[in-house]
């Protein structure tokens, strides 16, 4: 999965300080990046943005460090509730009340699929040309009760209960409690859209379409037009990360899996070659028996029977004198 192209906002709004954050930190993420997560501390809690900060930090540190395969809810979960005891210790340390809260949003990309999980009324959404795939559905009273059919959408926009959430990570006992999900029906030129409901004051899901259609034929900036649609008219503060995806393609996929297949073959053809040297020296060594010493060679006299073992030396030879006579004994 390729990050093909990445826009961000990040903007106050009409409040006087800025609660929301964004991991990678505003204006640092790139197309290298594969996780994206956007916090947007509770309004009326004191450090809304020392909330927002501390958990998207640890968040995203955490899952930085974590193997792909392991991403899933429970882990989710799990380094949420540990990025509570840091935000209620920051609380503690600073005398800070432990409504101090916020919320989550998280996009990884992992191999060719997406994992998203939430946590209170930030947003996420999975696009598709005029089409909304996904929409997270926000932990608030309001949602709740457009859900049960007790309020119309447009309804719960003015409800004068709107910012009360059901859900959210917060620095008292109260264990955060995400939802989450992976998205395998990935295409070109899909979108993700992680989004403050800051955002969502002034921008409506006929809009995303509208703004993406847009972006498709070349007409507009998608940073700039999300930023005029919110400018001036937005009460909060307006965050996102609006990141379009591209699949790796089938052939890629296949030229890289010969490749791994290929440096596998290579490792194991060296493994058997470093087993066999390493079993031919410890046979050498430790199980072939040492070669016994040649045994000392004994030499055996042949003495002949009329001759005295004491005595083995050559008879003494006659000289015979060369007279010519007749010797013969008379």
């Known amino acids: 999965m390729k990050v093909a192209q990445l826009d961000y906002l990040h903007e106050t709004g009409a409040k006087k300080n800025q609660e929301d954050y964004l991991w990678p930190l505003a204006g640092t993420a790139s197309v290298g990046d594969r996780i994206f997560i956007v916090c947007d501390g509770v309004g009326g809690s004191e450090n809304g943005e020392v909330a927002s900060r501390i958990v998207a930090e640890s968040m995203g540190v955490s899952l930085s460090k974590t193997p792909a395969a392991e991403v899933g809810l429970p882990l989710v979960n799990e380094l949420l509730e ?14 800070l009340r432990t409504d101090m809260a916020t919320t989550f949003t998280l996009l990884q990309l992992a191999g060719q699929r997406a994992f998203v999980a939430w946590c209170g009324d930030s947003r996420i959404y999975h696009l598709r040309k005029n089409e909304i795939l996904f929409r997270s559905d926000d932990h608030s009273l309001v949602s709740s009760l457009v859900r049960k059919g007790e309020l119309k959408e447009e309804e719960a926009r003015e409800h004068p209960q709107k910012n009360m959430l059901l859900n959210a990570v917060r620095a008292d006992d109260s264990r955060p409690v995400a939802d989450g999900r992976w998205i395998d029906d990935i295409k070109e030129g899909d979108y993700f859209l992680l989004c403050t409901d800051g955002l969502l004051e002034n921008i409506r899901d006929t809009d995303l379409l509208y703004l993406l259609h847009q972006n498709e034929l ?21 965050s996102m990360y609006l990141v379009r995806v591209s699949p790796e393609p089938v052939e890629e996929r296949m030229t890289a899996g010969r490749r791994i297949r290929q440096r ?29 010493p040649a045994p000392k060679k004994e030499i055996n006299l042949l003495i002949p029977e009329n001759r005295s073992r004491d005595s083995i030396e050559m008879p003494s030879v006659v000289p015979v004198a060369a007279t010519g006579a007749d010797t013969t004994a008379q």
Not at 82 to 89: G, W
């Open 264 to 292: 596998v073959g290579w490792l194991l053809f060296l493994l058997v070659i470093l087993v066999a040297a390493a079993a031919f020296i410890i046979r050498e060594n430790y199980f072939v028996p040492p070669v016994p």
């Open 218 to 238: 070349g007409e507009i900036d998608l940073g700039k037009a999300f930023r005029r649609y919110c400018y001036g008219k937005t009460r909060d503060n307006y």
């Open 82 to 95: 540990a990025a509570r005891l840091k935000l209620r210790d920051f609380a503690l340390l600073k005398a």
